[in-house]
């Protein structure tokens, strides 16, 4: 890689050791792409992996130790938040070991300087990029709500590389960075008409599972379409075949025309998604071979204030069933909003329950006897089969999830 003078003298630990340390890896995640130099990046969303394993643990600390701080403003994705630890101690325990390992996380972060944010949605907490700035993010939905619908640059990285791109204020300059690997290569059209959310969630899993890693171009979506269908579409699409960046015609910013957005080129996949395709999909979203669950679990990715008030609204009067717990994931400030605003007393009154800055990801369940879950979310569904979760999926509309968990 090339390196500039400053960039040479952060390496060779001109700066600190927090520094050295982050550009070593850097560098070595440059030449393995055959990245030819650095770009300065504008912000950073960082994870925060799962608690569940120590190596977690060392990870971020091996940054925090060597007294590395964040030089761009850093968000964080969902974590274990202290204040949801033990909060149903008799039904539902987690480990100390498992607290420990979360405040350990914690606090090396917030010794390197992050905001602790701690949501999948770091674009309605204020970490905005403009279109074209290099952004340094972590959490599937994010970024692929950052390159296609902001139009702004990031690469699918993982926990460590983001630590080491906040303290260097850097990001080796390769793959979706660069202009010409962002044109479309895959031509998608919709012949359905999306009727809520989950319609989304589904179109967007298709795409993930049919085209994996490519970059669909997509023509079909309705007028109506709002920032927050993409966030779903986006995220489903992510989680079931890693589709980090997409152009919808006419709605995102690098896609005014499909000409365009394929950069002039033929598409080397074409795929059509009809009614039939979506019902199908439905199906096979939907893991569980049984009509019980344990709990209900919305929010994924977290809700806007909008979507809570609509919660609101149609949980207003009605009960959740014994038995049953109904959980909404949600980050800190649309909570905070949704209390000023009455529309959390009318959740929490119903028995459901706000479970700020986090995600059913970070909890210990492994003693819960929880089996199986219904969820209004196509990335939920399709995620929570595997480590460390293991459990089945219901995946239905957010409508059906209250009609059958509620009275």
């Known amino acids: 890689m090339k390196l500039t003078d400053e960039e040479k003298r952060m390496l060779n630990g001109e700066f600190d050791e927090g520094v050295r340390y982050s550009m070593d890896i850097l560098v070595q995640l440059g030449d393995l792409y055959g990245a030819e130099d650095f770009v300065d990046i504008q912000s950073v969303h960082g994870a925060m992996s799962y608690p569940n394993f120590w190596a977690s643990v060392e990870l971020v600390e091996s940054f925090s130790n060597r007294g590395a701080k964040f030089r761009v403003p850093t968000t964080l994705n969902t974590a274990a938040w202290p204040s949801n630890f033990n909060r149903w101690p008799d039904e539902l325990p987690e480990s100390w070991e498992h607290m420990e390992r979360c405040q350990r996380m914690i606090n090396a972060v917030r010794k390197m300087g992050a905001h602790l944010t701690c949501s999948c949605t770091p674009y309605f907490q204020g970490n905005l990029p403009r279109f074209r700035e290099c952004v340094a993010w972590t959490e599937s939905s994010a970024i692929s709500f ?15 590389i983001d630590k080491a791109a906040g303290v260097a204020g850097k990001m080796p300059r390769f793959g979706l960075m660069l202009d010409e690997n962002r044109k479309g290569n895959a031509l998608v059209h919709v012949e359905f008409k999306p009727k809520n959310l989950s319609d989304y ?77 979506v019902e199908k999909a439905r199906a096979l979203i ?16 977290h809700p806007t204030i909008a979507e809570v008030k609509n919660l609101a609204d149609i949980l207003a009067g009605r009960r959740v069933k014994p038995g049953i717990k109904f959980w909404i994931f949600i980050s800190a400030d649309v909570l905070a909003l949704a209390r000023e605003f009455g529309y959390a007393q009318v959740i929490e009154a119903s028995g459901a329950e706000l479970v700020q800055q986090t995600c059913i990801l970070f909890f210990d369940i492994s003693k819960w006897g929880w089996k199986t879950i219904m969820t209004d979310s196509a990335k939920y569904a399709n995620l929570l089969t595997s480590e460390p979760t293991w459990l089945e999926a219901i995946f239905v509309d957010t409508l059906t999830c209250i009609a059958r968990a509620t009275v």
């Open 201 to 277: 969630g589904t179109l967007g899993w298709i795409v993930g599972k049919h085209l994996g890693n490519q970059i669909p171009v997509i023509e079909g979506l309705p007028e109506s379409t709002t920032t927050n269908d993409f966030k779903v579409f986006g995220g489903a699409g992510a989680s079931s075949g890693g589709m980090p960046l997409y152009h919808v015609v006419g709605m995102t910013p690098e896609a005014p025309t499909r000409e365009y957005a394929l950069g002039g080129k033929k598409p080397l996949y074409e795929l059509r998604i009809d009614e039939k395709e």
């Open 286 to 301: 939907s893991s569980a071979k049984t009509d019980k669950f344990e709990a209900v679990l919305l929010g994924c990715p």
């Open 146 to 160: 950052a390159n296609s619908v902001l139009g702004a640059r990031a690469n699918r990285i993982t926990d460590g």
